[in-house]
């Protein structure tokens, strides 16, 4: 890779590594000090071929869950078993990896530009501006991007387009996968919400268990499969269907509709 190398984007490779390896730095003793994070399918990681691999997860907060993310991944094929311990990994960090994230999330400060920079394929949201619900036009420019991230490398999306646990996921996610045909590989993640605030940049809470569980890839019939039929198999996949909400105590969920509550008067 020469100096002035760049990815499909025109973002510097060079830049993309720096910015990489300083981030995961700063950051891993988030997931690895003050909380600890359980990771599982680290395998699954490894057998995955360089590009045109689409990562579908639940979400729950704007930027540790991806951060989180890239440490896992780039442990992973540094040959870690399910663990980040010894953050050499991160020298020779995946640069072909790319998450889907809104345009102005991460356009408000320096930090975000920083972190899109880093990875993001920013999408303007059809649904939700600046706090407000909208309806408009998806913009075909941005599937394509997300089209150009597959064919370069691998991306991670998070299809609920909120931080809101039980929220229906976006029939886009089913388009894009029956355009581009992608391996699809579901992410579970969970205590993200506990430990930070609701933008992922603060620590709220230490101590806390914070897990990962990498799936194997999907079982996705691109021509013949419904749009319906693939958001129900990544519902389930990602354990955010209606169904799961039966194993949850309407307590349970009660106390945490109000954190969400507090998280968004905190952070609003």
């Known amino acids: 890779m020469g100096l002035f190398t760049k990815n499909p984007f025109g973002h510097n490779l060079f830049l993309k590594k720096w910015l990489i390896r300083i981030m995961a730095l700063i950051t891993h003793q988030r997931y690895k000090g003050f909380n600890t994070l359980e990771i ?40 870690r078993d399910d663990n980040i311990r010894n953050i050499g990994y991160i020298w020779k960090p995946k640069l072909n990896m790319y998450y889907v994230a809104a345009a102005e999330t991460m356009k408000k400060n320096l930090l975000a530009k920083i972190l899109a920079y880093a990875g993001s394929i920013s999408i303007e949201r059809t649904w939700r501006s600046e706090g407000k619900e909208v309806n408009r036009q998806v913009k075909m420019s941005d599937i394509t991007n997300i089209g150009t991230a597959l064919d370069d490398g691998w991306v991670v999306t998070f299809p609920q387009g909120t931080t809101t646990p039980w929220k229906p996921l976006r029939k886009g996610t089913a388009h894009i996968i029956k355009r581009y045909k992608p391996i699809v590989v579901p992410v579970v993640i969970d205590g993200f919400r506990r430990s930070f605030d609701k933008k992922g940049i603060r620590v709220k809470k230490k101590g806390i268990l914070q897990s990962m569980v990498i799936k194997e890839p999907l079982d996705i019939d691109y021509e013949n499969e419904s749009v319906e039929s693939i958001i129900e198999k990544l519902e389930y996949a990602i354990e955010q269907h209606p169904s799961f909400l039966k194993v949850i105590s309407e307590k349970d969920l009660l106390a945490l509709e109000e954190e969400n509550k507090l998280r968004k008067w905190r952070n609003g």
Do not use: C, W
């Open 40 to 79: 599982e399918g680290s395998e699954v990681i490894r057998n995955l071929p360089d590009t045109k691999v689409l990562f579908v997860s639940n979400h729950q907060t704007y930027f540790a869950d991806v951060v989180a993310m890239f440490h896992v991944f780039n442990a992973s094929l540094k040959g």
